[in-house]
């Protein structure tokens, strides 16, 4: 399958500990090693995502492999397998998980 990604590579392992440390202290240790799921803010939501109460929380997956992070450009739900609401972030969606990352990696001072 073909996924939409905003990727850092080349990162160095004391860099990847420090991210692994960000992202378990915001959201949790991940329950599959290396993945994350970063709820989308709700101001970010497209109109159909923000009618879908059921469906919320939305998010995108967040990858920490040893020398890269991969965020998915996919907005998910965690309630349901499949629905309409799901789908590629649009472009305030996109913008958002690239701030997302970039601010992560400006908060940790890891110069990219």
């Known amino acids: 399958m073909i996924m939409k990604q ?6 160095r392992p004391g860099d990847c500990q420090r991210i692994k440390e960000s992202l378990d202290e915001k959201f949790g240790p991940s329950r599959v090693e290396g993945i994350y799921w970063i709820p989308v ?6 109109e159909e995502q923000a009618e879908h109460i059921n469906c919320r929380p939305h998010y995108f997956a967040v990858v920490l492999d040893k020398n890269y992070l991969a965020c998915e450009l996919l907005i998910r739900t965690t309630n349901r397998v499949r629905c309409s609401c799901m789908g590629y ?5 996109r913008n958002w998980i690239i ?4 601010t992560l990696f400006d908060t940790l001072n890891i110069k990219i």
Request: charged residues 30%; without cysteine.
């Open 6 to 11: 905003y990727v850092i590579d080349e990162l």
């Open 41 to 46: 803010d709700p101001e970010y939501l497209t």
């Open 89 to 93: 972030a649009n472009k305030n969606q």
């Open 99 to 102: 701030n997302f990352a970039d």
